[in-house]
């Protein structure tokens, strides 16, 4: 791994290499080992609840200290936020604005706007959150006033580029870490399952659990090698990272707030080498200690990504969720009675190492009868072991004493690697006070001056040799004298002491500049929220809609006289339309929820036929594809307060599904302020993971997404969970799996308080449901509605049916955190 002295870490050839901060030595480390910016999270707002975050004391040194260094720092406010925080969260935006922040990291649609409004110079960049997977996603953020979008870790290098060359907006991906194996902002199994949300930066992980596949039809088992099936390995793309430069990207984003420090020094200072050499010369070469450090540090197994071109098992580890380290061996015995591990190495060990089996820090190495403190390829060692091994069971190394003491110099101490490279002029002249200025690249200009004016010399006169002598000590600071024009008198002389504490004022002045963004224009002006406040009007009857799949379930729900059914199959959406004719109920397609680059045109062919009609939409790109259409918002583009219902509304929508995490009290406290029509789904099985990993394919029959399965799109897999829940699987038209609840939402007992807080529309959802099953639901929720929002008699029936199978209530009564 390469250290040392960096004369700047500014930007080269327009590429920006991002890292993340979790803690104050992990921002030194980041800065020391050459990052051109950091993210962070403050202690609100941040989709890393649990990392250290930094509170504002903190967080204003945290800016000084990487501003001085020439680092931007981004702070992440990447969750969705409540309808009661908002007047809190513009408080403490007005703050991170006050205090140089160069740009705010956002997932929530209304308050991007609303920081926007209240503070336009304030930069924002679009979370991956936001779930921005193609061209149209990209353009349409960028129109809305976003200066950066980080893109879906699902795009491929070729989808990159073709963004890149089309869009003028700031591009940036990651490039290494760990990765979410659903499209990030689209996850809802965390918080479905155990009410912790990774949209509000608390995410329990369930992915890293374990899982089986079982064959609904047989009830057996399918998956053999691992269980744990949605794990996904870590992102490095460090040997390809040309690639990712050549596609146009401006920013490589390292994944990482919740990892230590020396973690950070590492890979930072890893990828630091290899795009400056590629930059450079062309070219670059990544070492084999340089992939042996990266191995150790942490990785859950290497995978290049999508961006890549990785696909399949070779994105996924279902041996092992967590940290597997470097491969150095085999067992070749493990004696109890001795208290002795012997092993065959084909890597190097050493005396303070930590591996795979056992706790606690390597001691002595034993060969034969010697004692050392390293062990080489090819030797047969013993260690000193007090626990269980097998013969021939792999060892890995996971942590490397000599790797952490080495990058723990970069970062402890406060010694400066990083010199900004500046400029002094110094004027002395007799019987004046000397006068320094000191400026940086930047044009930030220190100007100090002596207390004593400059005399005529009595022994030794000052020379300019001396004076560049002195004015160049910057010492341990983050500066580096590059030239010093020097104006002086002939036979004068002043103290030595003064000129150094005029280099010291002017160094120290000069920071302070270096600090501060300039030509911010609402730092002295106060800021607040005001909602709209409208007139609540208590809806008296509530419209019902249904999302159906098929043909088969759009002509169970024909006949209801419902107000919209949405409709997914694009391929049969000409004949639903013509069905439907005959009841005449209105048929709206419901476009994907993930459109990639290039897709649009599967749906462009039938473009004649959804032009007549509305779409339901799920994605940024749409909202612009189906400009001339009637739109109604989907969930997914979770709208979770006024500010993005007001926003939508603004879009001239018909309606919006608020998101699936709120509350009733929520809901009631968000509606107070907006005139949309509010949607809100009252039945269904909530899909709760959307993404490009096929279980049912790659665990089956080791996909390569050749093409779309025939035993895939039949649904008949399920992932089981080690409590015995079954989480059933689903594929769409563009080869992409849904992983659905164990449970349908069901509220149909509770009807009338969702309309007492506000929701116009009740939906129903229709996925995995035969045609019998749907008639008698769609019939008891209009029963109810008919009813006054109570349950009557077959209604009732029906209910208990349900709940007999399993229903769950979704966070209607308890919310997210």
Partial sequence: MEVGNMETNKIKNNIELLAPVGSYEALKAAVQNGANAVYLGGKDFSARASANNFDRDELIEAVKYSHIRGVQVFVTVNTLIKQREIEYFVEYIKFLYDADVDALIIQDIGIAKLVKELLP????????????????DVKYLSSVGFDRVVLARELNISEIRNICDNTDVDIEVFVHGALCVCYSGQCLMSSMLGNRSGNRGRCAQPCRQRYQLIDLETGKVVNEDG????????????????????????????????????????????????????????????SESTMENLYTIFNRRFTKGHILGDIGNDLMNREKPNNQGLYIGKVIDCNRKTKRLKLKLEGTLKKGDGINLGGGTIGRIIKGKEISDIGYVGETIELDFIGEAKRNQRVFKTSDGELLERVKETFKDNKEFVKIPVEAEIKIKLDHNPVLTIKDENGNIATVEGINPAEKAIKVALSEEKVKSQLAKLGNTPYIMHNVNINIDDNVSMPISVLNQMRREGIDLLSVKRSNIRERKYKDKHVNYIPRTIQQVIVSNNKLRVKVKNLEQLEAVLGYNLDVIYYEDIYSLGEAIKISEKTGEKIVYSAPRVIRNGEFSLISKFKDITDKIGVQVGTWGSLDVFENNDKYIDYYLNTFNSESLNYFNSQKV??????????????????????????????GYIPMM??????????????KRDKRCVICSQSKYALESADGERFKLFQDMYCRSTIYNSKPLCVLDDLDRLR?????VFRLDFTFEGVHEIKEIVESYLDVIDNNNKLDGKSTQVFKYLEKNGIMEGHYYEGIE
């Fill in 756 to 760: 007492r807080v506000g929701i116009s």
């Fill in 654 to 683: 018909k309606s919006v599904c608020i998101s699936v995490e709120m509350s009733l009290d929520e809901i009631e406290e968000t509606l107070k302020y907006t005139e949309v029509e509010a949607e809100a789904v009252v039945y």
């Fill in 690 to 703: 959307i993404t490009e990993y096929c279980p049912m394919g790659v665990v089956a029959r080791d996909c």
């Fill in 227 to 286: 269980d744990y099936l949605l794990s996904t390995r870590d992102l490095n793309s460090i040997e390809n990272i040309d690639k990712v430069i050549d596609a146009g990207v401006y920013s490589l984003k390292i994944e990482g707030r919740m990892k230590k420090p020396e973690y950070v020094a590492t890979v930072v200072s890893s990828y630091r080498h290899a795009v400056d050499e590629y930059l450079e010369k062309g070219d670059f070469c990544v």
């Fill in 121 to 136: 110079d304030f930069e924002i960049h679009a979370s991956t959150q936001m779930v921005a997977h193609s061209l149209d």
